[in-house]
């Protein structure tokens, strides 16, 4: 059975930092590309950063770019999102997904709250 399980989401200040996790189990990690995603409400979903295979790739939402990285360590199978310059824009459910192929496993969520 397949988990993916985000955490770290809480209520920031503006400016502040935060660092996702997002644990994994059921699947072959090291072969997947892994996803943030995030919705706001009455927003689309955004894909904010993905990581390939061994860590080759990553990439970035314009609105992410600089501030955000991500990182995966395969042999805890665990997949971090670091943000930093927290904005308000940034508030929002975070989602991990695993992709593989036409395989695509999604997380809960895990709430991101910017605030004074």
């Known amino acids: 059975q397949v988990h993916i399980v985000e955490s770290g989401g809480t209520l920031v200040q503006p400016g502040g930092s935060l660092i996702l996790s997002c644990t994994t189990s059921?699947?072959?990690?090291?072969?997947?590309?892994m996803n943030w995603y995030r919705q706001a409400p009455g927003k689309e979903r955004e894909l904010v950063a993905n990581i390939t295979v061994h860590g080759g790739t990553t990439n970035f939402a314009d609105s992410a770019k600089g501030r955000f990285t991500i990182s995966r360590d395969d042999r805890k199978r665990v997949v971090y999102l670091q943000m930093n310059s927290l904005k308000p824009e940034d508030a929002a459910v975070y989602y991990c997904t695993a992709r593989l192929g036409g395989n695509s496993y999604w997380g809960q969520g895990t709430q991101v709250t910017v605030s004074s």
């Open positions: 059921g699947i072959a990690f090291t072969f997947y590309t």
